[in-house]
């Protein structure tokens, strides 16, 4: 299994950004996909999660009408659309798939998005 | 939100010891709990999943128990590469939670 994030950087307040994640090594399709982040220094924080299928997404309340998980199984990609970026969305984003139970089984090296004027 | 509540924040031992982590969670999960280790600058790596399941690779040494709302994570003799980060989480409920985390510093 591999992920692979990328589209992390630097962002002003109020800006926009897209993550994406390539999957390989399993049948994307059959597997849950999560987002989950980081602050420079603090804990993990689950950001948001979406069905095999595309069909069925979740969001931590805080990102909830700001950010849009999808994917593309026919490319083995999982996105993340980030607007209206706060200073306090700066963090690591990993992208994780969840395992046949539910627990996060496999996650991405991250990607840095800082927002700051 | 389901709040999830570890203890201590920090523990200090040696290679060798036996040590204990708690889990709280602020209400009934059943066994839907996951812990998890990081390392200083890489990924988090899952541990043990429906509170007691070792995911595979890892050492015998990690072992997890409890239900409900109380979990421990124990690592029965330290070794170098277990100072590290420790996170539980739940995945009874959505927003997916986990606890602020446990270091675990060499003494």
């Known amino acids: 299994v591999q992920l692979v994030e990328s589209g992390g950087g630097l962002v002003q307040p109020g800006g926009s950004l897209r993550l994406s994640c390539a999957a390989s090594?399993?049948?994307?399709?059959?597997?849950?996909m999560n987002w989950v982040r980081q602050a420079p220094g603090k804990g993990l924080q689950w950001v948001s999660d979406?069905?095999?299928?595309?069909?069925?997404?979740h969001y931590a309340d805080s990102v909830k009408g700001r950010f849009t998980i999808f994917r593309d199984n026919s490319k083995n990609s999982l996105y993340l659309q980030m607007n209206s970026l706060r200073a306090d969305d700066t963090a690591v984003y990993y992208c994780?798939?969840?395992?046949?139970?539910?627990?996060?089984?496999?996650w991405g090296r991250g990607t840095l998005v800082t927002v700051s004027s | 939100d389901i709040q999830m509540t570890q203890s201590p924040s920090t523990l200090s031992a040696s290679v060798g010891d036996r040590v204990t982590i708690t889990c709280r969670a602020s209400?009934?999960?059943?066994?839907?709990l996951a812990w998890y280790q990081q390392r200083p600058g890489k990924a988090p790596k899952l541990l043990i999943y429906?509170?007691?399941t070792l995911e595979n690779g890892v050492p015998l040494r990690f072992s997890g128990s409890g239900s409900g709302t109380e979990f421990t994570l124990t690592i029965n003799s330290l070794e170098p590469d277990d100072f590290a980060t420790y996170y539980c989480?739940?995945?009874?409920?959505?927003?997916?939670?986990f606890g602020q985390g446990t270091k675990v510093e060499i003494k």
């Open positions: 429906k509170a007691s």
């Open positions: 979406v069905t095999g299928n595309g069909g069925s997404t």
């Open positions: 994780v798939k969840s395992g046949s139970v539910g627990a996060l089984d496999y």
């Open positions: 989480q739940q995945y009874d409920n959505y927003p997916r939670t």
């Open positions: 090594g399993f049948t994307f399709s059959n597997y849950d």
């Open positions: 209400q009934i999960i059943n066994t839907w």
